[in-house]
């Protein structure tokens, strides 16, 4: 849509190059900006640090060829994986069903309230949209009363935990999950009402004049159309439910289901100063799974923040 | 002869108009047979979990707000008052407790700066970058892929990134400025510095979202805008100024919403960077206040009456936009 020739207008060669030229060079730059604290990062946790003196944080581990960078090593990772390796075990263990339940309720819930069209539906999808916006701070006490002083889940988990793979402390993760998969679900729904608003009527009415139930017509004809929709709210999802931090503070708030934002607060502090190979490692190693979600599938991504 | 399905659909037409103005009186006669009921089995369970858990738990923080709840133990609930407000407003000596308690301006006042800095440097880097890469460039997918990236990033990583950018020994923000001649500067523990440079953190991180916002928003203008403008004689900065900015309105109103209310939550920034729940009071904002009394301190209803304070804030930003989406039927 925008062309060179569009927008730029009639320019001398010469003109025009440099302006292509410095355009390149501020782009570039800023792209410089947002890659090199993460290029420092990573740099920074494979340096032994034995050897890290700090003084080129930006520079891979050269030494001996360029002194003061310190030596290659995998240590810092190693000790990330040790440190976090049970957060990241609870992580997963939240963040898969939370973000299923979530997707899956939002997909029904803007079924519901936009394929099918019925009076004051609207009012209804207000409160969902609304609940985009609440500061979690606005829930915090309620929630925490509510998961350990109303509902005995901790009671259930205490037969539960004789079973294979259950632990008592697996109640703290049911109830984040279900925590996550109450307020994703605004977004959710929000995302999947754009996307049905935009199918064509033709099919559902057709449908419902052939006696199809309304479940019939969610399952044969709006689930299979949802798909591409799915990838972008499960990739949103996940992202979230995986980065926060405030709801397992509150919910977990500490012990053996504490997630990987838990342990990475804490992370290479010690009484002898901070260990930054180790903490960069660590803050890596946490991120990983969002970097690498975003670097396979940051068009999705994109769309699903923009919306 | 007519389309079979061109008949049906009338024919559905009329039906969903009796739907429409009555309601009861469909032919079925049941009200069993509304769609809002027969679709209920979709909506109604996610409708109950967010009702429970977002608006019944508001509605529950406030009734807490109310209350003495300190400590261990469960609240009481027969004497109501407004003293956790007063206190909030004024300071002082609550009954709840024998310390005397801070009012919360300090941290309102360091709220609303954090805000408005970082959403109107981000909306204002994010419309420049929209419009640099508006420009038919190569390589536009890897540009902006690598400007977003850091929004899928945690808080809590990011808090650590920039912890070691600003790090006064080997942090490379100082090794810049030393380059330049300036410095070392104490950066993250400089009251005087902290709330720049956590919105200067928090802007390296949704920087990028402005911009793809702004892009779908300079995307969806007809180039027969831009080629009328030219045709004026208008200079490019002029044409971007005078003709395409002010069709961005309402990219910057969605984004403007949506920075402010993350702003809002950067709690989980500011408790990574500081290694706990205590900024310190130059950077303390609403969200970190509210969890350190109730959390840290066992305030829990003082922390409430915080939390209320916050969430008015964010309804008079929410409240007015989706008010606005609903008139011009874009819900």
């Not at chain 1, 703290?172 to 729904?189: D, E, F, S, W």
């Amino acid at each position: 849509m925008s062309t060179e020739t569009g927008r730029a207008g009639e320019r001398t060669l010469f003109g025009h190059s440099l302006r292509r030229v410095i355009l390149y060079v501020v782009l570039v730059g800023m792209g410089a900006f947002y890659l090199i604290p993460i290029e420092t990062g990573l740099m920074t946790s494979i340096i032994s640090p034995e050897t890290y003196t700090g003084n080129f944080p930006y520079l891979p581990p050269l030494e001996p060829l360029v002194p003061g960078t310190g030596e290659l090593s995998l240590e810092p990772w190693r000790g990330a994986i040790d440190g976090l390796g049970q957060g990241l075990v609870n992580s997963v263990i939240l963040v898969v069903p939370a973000t299923i339940l979530s997707g899956l309720l939002g997909s029904m819930a803007a079924f519901g309230l936009t394929t099918i069209s019925w009076r004051g539906q609207i009012g209804i999808y207000i409160l969902f949209v609304a609940g985009i916006f609440i500061p979690y701070q606005a829930v915090l006490v309620p929630l925490t009363q509510f998961w350990y002083n109303v509902v005995p889940l901790r009671e259930l988990f205490e037969p539960l935990a004789a079973l294979p793979l259950v632990e008592t402390y697996h109640w703290k993760l049911l109830a984040l999950i279900i925590t996550h998969t109450a307020y994703g679900l605004p977004i959710c729904t929000l995302l999947f009402r754009a996307h049905y608003k935009k199918l064509s009527d033709e099919m559902v009415e057709a449908a419902q004049l052939d006696g199809a139930s309304i479940a019939t017509i969610y399952r044969r004809i709006i689930l299979p159309l949802s798909i591409p929709m799915f990838a972008v709210v499960f990739i949103y999802q996940f992202t979230q439910i995986w980065n926060d931090l405030l709801f397992a503070l509150t919910i977990v708030q500490f012990g053996d289901a504490a997630v990987v934002t838990q342990d990475l607060v804490g992370i290479g502090v010690s009484q002898s100063g901070t260990n930054f190979p180790l903490r960069m490692a660590a803050a890596l190693l946490a991120a990983l799974p969002t970097l690498l979600v975003y670097i396979f599938f940051g068009d999705k991504f994109a769309k699903g923040v923009a919306a | 002869m007519r389309n079979p399905l061109t008949i049906l659909r009338q024919r559905l037409a009329a039906h969903r108009e009796v739907r429409a103005d009555g309601g009861t009186a469909t032919e079925a006669g049941s009200i069993l047979d509304r769609d809002s009921v027969r679709s209920a089995p979709f909506w109604l369970p996610p409708f109950l979990l967010i009702g429970l858990f977002i608006y019944g738990a508001i509605i529950w923080n406030i009734i807490l707000s109310l209350t003495d709840f300190q400590g261990l133990g469960s609240p009481d609930y027969s004497a109501l008052d407004f003293e956790n407000y007063v206190i909030a407003f004024t300071g002082g000596t609550p009954s709840w407790s024998s310390l005397t308690v801070d009012p919360v301006w300090n941290a309102a006042w360091n709220t609303v700066v954090l805000m408005v800095s970082f959403s109107v440097v981000c909306l204002a880097v994010g419309l420049v970058m929209a419009i640099l890469v508006d420009q038919g460039i190569r390589f536009e997918n890897t540009f902006r892929t690598i400007y977003l990236l850091p929004m899928s990033l945690s808080f809590v990583v990011t808090a650590k990134f920039w912890l070691y950018m600003y790090n006064v020994e080997t942090g490379l923000v100082n090794l810049i400025l030393g380059g330049v001649g300036v410095g070392p500067i104490e950066i993250v523990q400089n009251p005087d510095l902290k709330l720049a440079a956590v919105a200067f953190a928090l802007i390296w991180q949704f920087s990028g979202y402005a911009m793809i916002v702004y892009l779908a928003g300079l995307r969806a203008i007809p180039t027969s805008h831009f080629e009328a403008a030219r045709v004026d004689g208008a200079s490019t900065i002029r044409m971007y100024w005078r003709v395409i900015i002010p069709q961005l309105r309402t990219a910057t109103v969605s984004a403007l919403v949506v920075l402010t209310v993350f702003s809002l939550k950067a709690f989980d920034f500011l408790f990574s960077m500081y290694g706990g729940y205590q900024p310190g009071p130059s950077a303390d904002i609403l969200a970190t206040r509210m969890v350190r009394e109730a959390y840290a301190n066992g305030n829990w209803a003082y922390g409430s009456a915080i939390a209320v304070l916050l969430f008015i804030m964010a309804l008079a930003i929410v409240a007015p936009y989706i008010y606005t989406q609903y008139q011009r039927g874009e819900l």
